[in-house]
DNA sequence: TTAATATATTGCAATATTACGATAAATATT
DNA sequence: AATATTTATCGTAATATTGCAATATATTAA
């Protein structure tokens, strides 16, 4: 089937799974790396940066676009891509709140 | 093709997205989540918890445990699964000094 | 206008994921 | 031993993801 039943779970456990789904391949780890790295926009050498071929960057820049991740900005020619802070924040507290689950538990059972 | 190219990758970048990975599907949030809730063994309740076939459940349950994020002990005929706490809090490290790039940025560019 | 440059989209092949019925394996109960 | 109970595995169908060549689109430069 490959199609997930989002009908049986709650929506934050959905918009969890989503966070975590983007996140979940290792061009799109290094893609916001980077942009979190040059601390600036980002004119389109990521494809140069990150080892894969221009199309396959391009649809994972569109995925963290969707998401809310980052934002691109046409200039020229070029677009100009760079973290949406404000979003990633509200992801950031998202997925800090499912992680830090194990500071209310008290003890290991098995 | 299907097929990430995870020799380009540095191990970080593919850690993180591994984790990330394992927690981008609703099901395994839910059965986290559950296994924190009820803070002790769960005994195959997860079926009933989780509205999908034992054999999925089963499946999501050997994600997890392959990622050492579960441990599963057997009681007799029943499994008694929890969470490895060790193991999270590792986990939770790795991701959070991700998420927390954005503490070292100082504004947005576009 | 034409050519060059940069990015997006399309189409497709290969592989991965999700879900579940059927069945196996392992232990408990009678 | 025979049966019941619980979980794991196998097999399979449907869908998703990844990656890239080819191509389209859009802007800039000549």
Redesign the interface.
Known sequence: MGL???E???DL??E???F???????????I??HL?KI???VCGDLVNE???AQPTISQHLKELKQLGLI?G?IEGTSV?Y????EN??K??EI??Q?????I???E???
Do not use: Y
Request: some cysteine; glycine content about 4%; overall charge positive.
């Open positions: 997930t039943k989002t049986m779970f709650t456990q959905n969890i799974s989503l975590a789904k983007v996140l979940g391949h290792p061009a799109r780890v290094a916001l790396q979190f601390d600036t926009c990150i080892g894969l934002k900005n100009c760079c973290i949406n802070t990633w924040t992801m950031k997925m800090s499912f992680l830090n689950l194990d209310l538990k008290k290991d059972c098995c």
